[in-house]
């Protein structure tokens, strides 16, 4: 026979209480971890993760979790076009509430597929040591690798990829037939490229279709500081965008945005049809 | 969209890559549902996201997050009732056995025992969320007493009492599910 457990229940001291180490609470610690605290308390949690073994556990136990989630729910974008611009990346937001488990399991895929891919960007401005961009096709279990100008239906989801070049920011634009900007991602990417320039990547954000048509293009710019490109950016897409709608450019040709040398870019469209 | 909304754009993902994980953690923690856990994780970024203008003056991003994450399971809790309490008593009541059978026996804690201490969180939830949430912080987070009344506004006398008001009610739920079982103090 089993003897009745026997429960320590917690006590609330009068005066205030200590944490895991001395004068270390739990949620101090996953403070310093987040990186929020000042330097002169984080120098003092260093010295007690050096000197306290169970609380380097759990420190080690927290940082790991984060990362499992970080791997298992990457962020997705938080906006979507205004409705007076209605597109087929409208259905972003509703894929981020209803959708994340999926859209990660759909990044997995495609993460595995651009390692083993070839980049097959179909414009790019400086040569073989310019940025890249393609884009892929989410399938029933897998991905596969878009090709430009491809036809694609309400619905599908695709995922762009990039081959930075050495820069620190990065704007992603998409321009479609009817002459409508979007501002898709912009990104501070100092640190990142220094390891990263030249490898493909896969943007975090996948996309899913709506029920517009025609084509859209998407533009990926680089420059050295985000403010700065993504003005320089906005108002060449819109310049373009302007240009579109009244005919005086095509977007199945047009395959730069009218910046200068000091922003390298490439571009990819798509066509959606019903 | 506009350069202030990307701006709130990045300052939201970079919230959720250095806070997100702490935020479904605590999710989890309360729902013990994946799919919950992550619905829940999204109405707290929508809630950040329309409050980022008094956000950006915090200067504890993950207390402020945390607060709306817990406040938010927990009426997701309190939202479940009956159903889920029965479904969750089972739970415990198998995470009480294997406390014992692991050695328990000889004596362990209820915060360390996560398990029983989310019953009678889910407990208290159904009936008090407010109580529920102070004894998160204290119990869960370990926060301290000083954090806890600042975070909620609330004087060290009666939050103190409210926490043994939860201690009383673990014990009396405790024993509804664990016959004979003996309460102490926790060992210093």
């Given at each position: 026979m089993t003897a009745a457990p026997t429960i320590f229940l917690p006590e609330v001291p009068d005066g205030d209480d200590v944490g895991l180490?001395?004068?270390?609470s739990r949620f101090e610690l996953e403070r310093f971890i987040c990186g929020e605290l000042p330097p002169e308390r984080r120098a003092v949690i260093d010295r007690a993760l050096a000197a306290d073994p169970a609380l380097k556990a759990l420190h080690d136990d927290v940082v790991a979790a984060d990362r499992a989630f970080l791997i298992e729910q990457p962020p997705l974008p938080f906006f979507q076009r205004p409705a007076k611009a209605p597109?087929?990346?409208?259905?972003l937001l509703s894929h981020w509430h209803a959708g994340l488990g999926a859209a990660a399991a759909a990044a997995a895929v495609v993460v595995v597929v651009v390692v083993a891919t070839p980049d097959e960007s179909n414009r790019t401005k400086g040569g073989v040591e310019g940025p890249r961009v393609s884009f892929f096709v989410k399938e029933e279990s897998a991905a596969r690798l878009g090709h430009a100008g491809e036809e694609l239906k309400a619905g599908d989801q695709i995922q762009l990829a990039v081959k930075d070049v050495d820069k620190k920011a990065l704007v992603v634009v998409g321009v479609d037939g009817a002459g409508s900007v979007t501002v898709y991602a912009s990104e501070s990417v100092q640190g990142g490229l220094s390891k990263g320039a030249g490898s493909p990547r896969v943007l975090p954000a996948s996309l899913v279709l709506d029920e517009t048509t025609g084509p859209e293009r998407f533009f990926v710019v680089y420059g050295d500081d985000v403010d700065t490109l993504l003005q320089a950016v906005d108002s060449a897409a819109r310049h373009l965008g302007d240009d579109v709608k009244a005919g005086r450019a095509d977007l199945a040709r047009t395959?730069?945005?009218?910046?200068?040398?000091?922003f390298p870019q490439s571009s990819v469209h798509i066509v959606k049809i019903r | 969209m506009s350069i202030s909304q990307m701006k709130d754009q990045e300052l939201l993902t970079g919230l959720y890559r250095t806070h997100g994980g702490r935020v479904y953690a605590r999710c989890f923690y309360l729902l013990r549902n994946k799919e919950e856990a992550q619905d829940a994780l999204h109405e707290v970024f929508i809630k950040v996201h329309k409050n980022l203008a008094g956000f950006?003056?915090?200067?504890?991003p993950l207390t402020w997050m945390t607060r709306i994450a817990t406040n938010h399971c927990l009426n997701v809790l309190r939202a479940k009732r009956a159903p889920w309490h029965e479904k969750y008593k089972q739970e415990v009541d198998v995470g009480v056995a294997a406390s014992v059978a692991g050695g328990g026996g000889a004596g362990f804690s209820l915060l360390e025992n996560r398990e029983l201490l989310r019953l009678c969180l889910a407990k208290v939830a159904t009936t008090d969320g407010s109580l529920a949430e102070l004894a998160t912080y204290a119990f869960?987070?370990?926060?301290k007493q000083a954090d806890i009344c600042v975070l909620v506004g609330m004087s060290a006398p009666t939050l103190r009492k409210r926490l043994r008001e939860f201690i009383t009610i673990c014990r009396a739920e405790i024993e509804a599910h664990v016959p004979g079982v003996v309460f102490a103090p926790a060992p210093i």
């Open positions: 180490a001395p004068s270390i597109s087929w990346w409208a259905g395959d730069q945005l009218p910046l200068g040398a000091a | 950006r003056n915090e200067a504890s869960v987070d370990d926060m």
